[in-house]
C-alpha cells in the first residue's frame, strides 16, 4: 500500500491524477467526515464498487465550521485524512476549503459522482458538470439512524 503522504491529492494534483489514470473509472465522493462512523463506511465501500479508483473531498476545517457551526469539526483535517486513508475502499483524499466540491470536480473530472440518497438528484454539487463530462451520478441509499450530528446530540444528552 502506498504511503500516507503519496495519496493525499491537492487541487492542482488531480489534472495529472486524472491524466495518469486514463482508461480507469474514477468514482469521487465528499463530505466533513468528522466523526466516521457506520454510515460514512457504507457509503465508501458502495461508492468504491462503482468503479477503479475512489478519491474522496474532505472539507478543510475552515469548509466544516461555516456549514455545521463554530464547535465543528470535532476532529481535525489531518486526523480526519488519516482515518479515511485508513479504509481499504478510500484510494485518495484530496481536501477542498469552499463550501462545496464544485472546483474539485472541475479539476478531476470524475467518471462517477457518489452521493446519499438523503440528496435529490437536483441538490448534488456538481452533478451536471460530471454528466457533461460523460460521467454519471449515483445515489447509495443510506443507513438510517446514522449522522454525525445525531451522534453528537446523543453525546451531549448523555444516553
Known amino acids: 500500500m502506498k504511503n500516507l503522504e503519496s495519496r493525499i491529492l491537492s487541487r492542482e494534483e488531480l489534472a495529472a491524477f486524472r491524466e495518469r489514470n486514463r482508461g ?3 468514482v469521487f465522493t465528499n463530505g466533513c467526515f468528522d466523526i466516521l462512523h457506520r454510515g460514512h463506511v457504507t457509503l465508501l465501500k ?3 464498487e462503482f468503479g477503479d479508483c475512489l ?3 474532505l472539507n478543510a476545517d475552515a469548509s466544516v465550521r461555516r456549514l455545521k457551526g463554530p464547535g465543528r469539526p470535532l476532529n481535525r ?3 480526519r485524512i488519516f482515518v479515511l486513508l485508513q479504509l481499504r475502499s478510500v484510494d485518495y483524499v484530496t481536501v477542498f476549503g469552499e463550501d462545496t466540491p464544485l472546483e ?3 479539476a478531476l473530472r470524475p467518471d462517477v459522482l457518489v452521493k446519499g440518497d438523503e440528496y435529490d438528484r437536483e441538490e448534488i454539487v456538481g452533478a451536471e458538470l460530471v ?4 460521467g454519471r451520478v449515483e445515489r447509495i441509499k443510506m443507513l438510517g439512524g446514522y449522522s454525525t450530528s445525531g451522534l453528537i ?3 451531549r444528552e448523555g444516553s
Not at 131 to 134: K, P, Q, S, T, V
Request: no cysteine; glycine share 14%.
Open 153 to 155: 446530540q446523543r453525546i
Open 77 to 79: 483535517e489531518t486526523d
Open 24 to 26: 480507469a473509472k474514477i
Open 46 to 48: 458502495q461508492a468504491r
Open 131 to 134: 454528466e457533461e463530462g460523460g
Open 104 to 106: 474539485t470536480l472541475r
Open 55 to 57: 478519491v474522496v473531498g
